[in-house]
């Protein structure tokens, strides 16, 4: 399939709301970040892509975060859509520590993610989206793919995993 933009709506109408990669991110000794009081947790925003989150300098990213949750930690129920770039960026997360459900509970839409440690997930965050955190220090990590971005694109399509349940065949290109 060649395409030569393809949207975020376009995207997840393709291949799904919430889709694991055949990449993990690495874990170093992180510090808190800044403690925001709505949901009790520290967010860490970063000015570019670190090397621990083992994404390629090539790919065109954005909004690289990363998040440290204790006991009593949320995110509100939200939808993410910051203007004319929701259409080009697809979401990515990784949950680092504490991703069993009892551990931490994500939710999209009406459904609950079953999340591995480590393994970067595409998630579509413009549906309603929020977390729970059980226990203390769980760690996701957040960043935005620029999908209208050729290289960018096609690392993305090429590491997403279980091509064939999704009813994909073969590696796309544009």
Not at 34 to 46: F, I, P, Q
Not at 102 to 119: A, K, M, P
Request: aromatic share 14%; charged share 25%; hydrophobic share 35%.
């Amino acid at each position: 399939m060649n395409i030569d933009f393809m949207n975020v709506a376009e995207f997840h109408s393709l291949y799904g709301h919430t889709i694991p990669m055949a990449l993990h991110a690495d874990l170093p000794d992180l510090p808190r970040g800044e403690y925001w009081d709505v949901g009790r947790k520290y967010v860490t925003k970063l000015e570019s892509t670190p090397e621990y989150f083992n994404i390629p300098d090539f790919v065109k990213t954005r909004g690289c975060v990363y998040v440290h949750n204790d006991q009593g930690s949320f995110f509100r129920p939200h939808r993410d859509i910051i203007g004319n770039h929701t259409q080009q960026y697809v979401r990515l997360n990784a949950y680092m520590t504490n991703a069993q459900v009892n551990e931490c509970t994500y939710i999209i839409g009406e459904e609950i993610q079953r999340f591995e440690e480590r393994r970067w997930y595409i998630i579509n965050p413009r549906l309603t989206h929020m977390s729970m955190t059980w226990k203390d220090n769980a760690i996701h990590y957040i960043v935005d793919i620029d999908v209208s971005d050729s290289k960018s694109y096609n690392w993305l399509y090429n590491n997403m995993v279980d091509m064939e349940r999704m009813g994909i065949s073969g590696k796309n290109t544009r």
